[in-house]
């Protein structure tokens, strides 16, 4: 059975920093490119970021880029997603996701949401960016 268990939110400090984790089991995570998905109170989801199998290239959101860094362990089947430079519009749910095809994908599949079942999610870690 799939599992993804998100870890590392946390109520941080404009300017702020932290490491989410997401420990996957269940599937062949090196087959997988994987995803952030962070959801604002009360606004729709938002592909966050993506990277890549193989050659491990990244995807990010025009809001991130710059101050996100996504990066894989794919020995130790977890996804990493480091948050730089917080800003109160930072302040999510944040949801590792697997996509439905394996091997390498084009960004504009990663970044369709759709392409991501529902049962191919975790169950989110609160990030909070508040002074």
């Known amino acids: 059975e799939l599992q993804l268990v998100e870890s590392g939110g946390g109520l941080v400090q404009p300017g702020g920093s932290l490491r989410l984790s997401c420990v996957a089991s269940?599937?062949?995570?090196?087959?997988?490119?994987m995803s952030w998905v962070r959801q604002a109170p009360g606004k729709g989801l938002e592909l966050v970021s993506a990277?890549?199998?193989?050659?491990?290239?990244?995807y990010y959101a025009d809001s991130v880029k710059g101050r996100f860094t996504i990066s894989r362990d794919d020995a130790k089947n977890t996804l990493y997603l480091q948050l730089n430079s917080l800003k109160t519009e930072d302040t999510a749910m944040y949801y590792c996701?697997?996509?439905?095809?394996?091997?390498?994908?084009?960004?504009?599949?990663?970044?369709?949401?759709?392409?991501?079942?529902?049962?191919?999610w975790g169950q989110g870690t609160q990030v909070t960016v508040s002074s």
């Open positions: 990277i890549n199998v193989g050659d491990s290239t990244t």
């Open positions: 269940g599937f062949t995570f090196s087959s997988y490119a």
């Open positions: 996701a697997k996509p439905r095809d394996g091997g390498w994908l084009h960004s504009a599949y990663l970044s369709t949401l759709r392409n991501y079942d529902t049962n191919s």
